[in-house]
């Protein structure tokens, strides 16, 4: 289920705010011009490639296009395995985006399915967001974040582009991430 943990910067264990509520999480969220939306879901099969997710989603993908001038669209895929090699593709994946970062435009994905965790670094607070099926998170240009998707990633998003680059971070070098629950501890 989504979920909205809000707590302070500089203790973890003080939790300002924990709720499911997706009205409160958008008003939340609201004020720093980040969405939250649920789509309706569409059924497809486990291992649906990014021609059948897109085209699934096509009317949603290309309304989301349109109104944010993103250019480019793509589906990623996380899935545990027994792959001798999956345990190091789940680290190097997850490790990628768990600092804290930037970017020089929005990050804007749609979970088609699994889940992720969206932390954003705002006003003396930190806004974790854990989305699930049906959520398209919208974070602007600039905003304080990191992701993650947890110790065994599971999960499928759409991203949205402005550019071929939109996905490169710029750390901020602030540690704030290595002292605030993961995704494994927030659900
Ligand atoms: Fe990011």
């Known amino acids: 289920m989504t979920l909205l943990q809000v707590m302070a910067e500089g203790d973890r264990d003080d939790v300002l705010l924990r709720t499911t509520d997706l009205a409160v999480i958008a008003a939340e969220l609201a004020p720093f011009d980040i969405t939250l939306e649920q789509w309706d879901t569409v059924e497809l099969s486990d291992d649906a490639g990014q021609d059948e997710v897109l085209e699934a989603y096509k009317a949603d993908v290309e309304k989301v296009s349109k109104e944010g001038d993103y250019r480019l669209v793509d589906v990623v895929r996380m899935k545990p395995s027994d792959d ?3 345990p190091a593709k789940a680290k190097g994946a997850r ?11 929005d990050e804007v994905r749609f979970f ?13 607070k930190v806004y974790a967001v ?6 398209l998170m919208s974070v602007p240009a600039g905003t304080t974040h990191w992701f993650d998707m947890g110790s065994q990633p599971e999960f499928c998003a759409i991203r949205f582009f402005q550019e071929e680059d939109g996905w490169v ?4 070098g602030d540690g704030i991430s290595s002292r605030m629950p993961t995704l494994d501890e927030l659900v």
């Not at 490790?95 to 435009?105: I, Q, Y």
């Not at 088609?112 to 003396?124: N, P, T, W």
Request: charged share 30%.
């Open 84 to 86: 001798p090699e999956w």
């Open 95 to 105: 490790e990628k985006f768990l600092n804290e970062h930037t970017h020089d435009e």
């Open 112 to 124: 088609v399915e699994g889940k992720g965790c969206f932390y954003l670094h705002l006003a003396g």
């Open 130 to 135: 854990v989305c699930e099926r049906g959520d």
């Open 169 to 172: 971070a710029g750390f901020t």
